[in-house]
């Protein structure tokens, strides 16, 4: 079993739509969570840092499960600047940040 | 303006060399990490280092060499031993390495062995 999941896409939406990613996670003692967004051949930047209350940044909404150990992006009026791959990141160590585990990502595409 | 350069941003190599992924950072940031991306897979951790003179392996270190002789830079040297070392190569570093810092990536190299 991968140690962290994702739906490897792609989503096709139209302008406007709203769009769910999600991640599971395979640690139950995993830290920290994160969403980075990498647009095609460029470096991935973060997007959002999931805490366990759920947080929430203009459009994009994330949400931790930790009893199902998942994580979920949520974009809402999607732009077609938003088309780009997502990568849901999780670091499985106590201190280290050399336990991050990337996902494959997930491509969204958002078409006219 | 802060942030991590490297260079060059395309590189071909013969098969048989070694060759010199260059990394650096102007952000003062203790810990660097170098990452390799394939199509498919997730990011895989090559090497990181945590401070000056000290570095540990990753997951996929084989064929992999690095130092740290200074705080800003963190050069990766692929060797003729990494057998399939066409890839996508990022440098990554954090201010700290609590679990929760963010990581800043550079440009990333693409490295193409003919």
């Known amino acids: 079993r991968k140690e962290v999941e994702q739906d490897p896409g792609p989503f096709n939406v139209p302008e406007g739509a709203t769009v769910a990613f999600n991640c599971t996670y395979s640690n139950s003692a995993s830290q920290s969570f994160f969403w980075y967004r990498q647009d095609c051949r460029k470096e991935p930047k973060l997007l959002m840092s999931v805490y366990s209350s759920g947080n929430e940044d203009g459009r994009f909404t994330a949400q931790l499960n930790r009893a199902s150990q998942y994580i979920s992006l949520l974009i809402r009026d999607s732009k077609l600047s938003d088309s780009a791959t997502y990568l849901c990141v999780v670091n499985e160590g106590e201190m280290q940040a050399d336990k991050l585990i990337f996902g494959t990502g997930t491509r969204l595409q958002v078409f006219p | 303006d802060g942030g991590i350069t490297q260079s060059p941003k395309y590189l071909f190599r013969k098969e048989g060399q070694n060759v010199t992924l260059s990394c650096e950072q102007n952000?003062?940031?203790?810990?660097m990490y170098w990452y390799r991306q394939d199509p498919g897979q997730g990011l895989r951790l090559i090497y990181y280092s945590q401070i000056v003179n000290d570095f540990q392996k990753g997951d996929i270190a084989e064929g992999y060499s690095v130092s740290r002789e200074k705080k800003e830079s963190f050069p990766l040297t692929v060797t003729s031993a990494q057998k399939n070392p066409t890839a996508f190569y990022l440098c990554?570093?954090?201010?700290?390495?609590?679990?929760?810092?963010?990581?800043?990536f550079g440009p990333g190299t693409r490295l193409t062995v003919l």
């Open positions: 990554a570093s954090t201010a700290g390495t609590s679990v929760y810092n963010e990581q800043f």
């Open positions: 952000l003062n940031h203790d810990a």
